[in-house]
Nanobody
Framework: QVQLVESGGGLVQAGGSLRLSCATS????????MGWFRQAPGKEREFVAL????????DYADSVKGRFTISRENAKNTVHLQMNSLKPDDTAVYYC???????????????WGQGTQVTVSS
């Protein structure tokens, strides 16, 4: 069982920045592709960003391209999501997730963190 713990959420004004982190004690962290997803009230969970096991490949939802950057530090068993130019529409609970295969479908992810709230005020 891979346990994931997110941190870094909070309240920020539109145009501001936040950096989310997701850490695990899982020794085989580098074997997993890591994704960030978000869920706003009344909406389905949606894909935000994805990074491959060695960090060489990334993918982003169109809505965050150019504003968010996903990165990972395998030596520290950590994945980050740098969020810049935040908009009120980015308000959601953000989750990190792990999967052995590379893909953006949240239904195919095996392990999830508990989520961290991001609120962007206008």
């Amino acid at each position: 069982q891979v346990q994931l713990v997110e941190s870094g959420g909070g309240l920020v004004q539109a145009g501001g920045s936040l950096r989310l982190s997701c850490a695990t004690s899982e020794r085989t962290f580098s074997a997993y592709n890591m994704g960030w997803f978000r869920q706003a009230p009344g909406k389905e969970r949606e894909f935000v960003a994805l990074i491959s096991r060695n960090g060489g490949t990334t993918d982003y939802a169109d809505s965050v391209k150019g504003r968010f950057t996903i990165s990972r530090e395998n030596a520290k068993n950590t994945v980050h999501l740098q969020m810049n130019s935040l908009k009120p529409d980015d308000t959601a609970v953000y989750y990190c997730a792990a999967r052995l295969l590379f893909g953006t479908d949240p239904n195919e992810y095996n392990y999830w963190g508990q989520g961290t709230q991001v609120t962007v005020s206008s």
